[in-house]
């Protein structure tokens, strides 16, 4: 009797997936324009598609990766934006990743008049999103369920923990909670994430829910980002 043959599925299929409720897909695609012309797009495409390279990009962008999590995308544009995607899912036999219940997606842009308001949204809770609005990150205040500051390893964030949308696409989309933090680095660049999962109580209330073990737990955000060191990049 025939092995049936291990799950193949294209690399991109999963940017598509699981991307803590921004449109992930239209920002890569507008890169990959941007990239015609100037840089073959293969350089992009192995940090897709080739696990080794994912991973070595992850690295060099973030320093360590969590336990138990993998990179799904990681690219650099040109020292412009720097891009890592993981999950807490496996590797397939085709170099694609199955995206896991919790991904995170990291981003480090370039010195611009948005990164200021951006970093005293997080801070302060003044400013907006400005850097991360064209990403598709967005937060309706309503949606807001807490916000607050840690030092981890001598290393400080601020994070916003919000509802949002878990996937994108009529198959994968559903109720999600959300956690948007800023790296508190030295100079102008910003250095930012949103570790995003499921909701599992998407029908209470924000006052009545139940965030142990879950993004917005602060132990568990803790761990999550402790090997991480994306200011000694």
Request: a neutral charge; hydrophobic letters at 40%; proline letters at 5%.
């Amino acid at each position: 009797m025939e092995q049936a043959a291990p799950k193949q599925r294209s690399p991109w299929f999963y940017v598509l997936l699981g991307c803590g409720g921004f449109a992930l897909l239209s920002c890569l695609g507008a890169f990959l324009v941007l990239a015609v012309g100037v840089k073959k797009v293969n350089d992009l495409q192995e940090g897709v598609s080739n696990p080794k390279v994912r991973t070595e990009n992850a690295r060099k962008m973030l320093g360590e990766l969590p336990p138990g999590y993998v990179s799904a995308v990681s690219l650099s544009m040109f020292g412009l934006v720097d891009i890592a995607v993981l999950t807490n899912g496996e590797g397939l036999a085709d170099g694609g990743v199955e995206v896991g219940d919790r991904v995170f997606t990291y981003y480090r842009m370039v010195s611009n008049a948005d990164n200021e308001r951006t970093k005293a949204y997080f801070r302060s809770g003044e400013g907006d999103l400005g850097s991360l609005r064209n990403s598709g990150v967005n937060i309706d205040k309503e949606d807001v369920i807490k916000r607050g500051n840690l030092t981890v390893a001598g290393r400080k964030l601020y994070y916003v923990a919000y509802r949002g949308v878990f996937g994108v696409g009529n198959e994968s989309a559903s109720d999600g909670l959300n956690l948007a933090l800023l790296f508190d680095c030295p100079g102008e660049q910003l250095h930012a994430g949103v570790w995003a999962m499921r909701d599992p109580t998407p029908q209470k209330p924000i006052a009545e829910l139940d965030l142990t073990g879950t993004v917005a737990d602060e132990a568990v955000l803790a761990a999550f980002v402790k090997p991480m060191n994306p200011c000694g990049r």
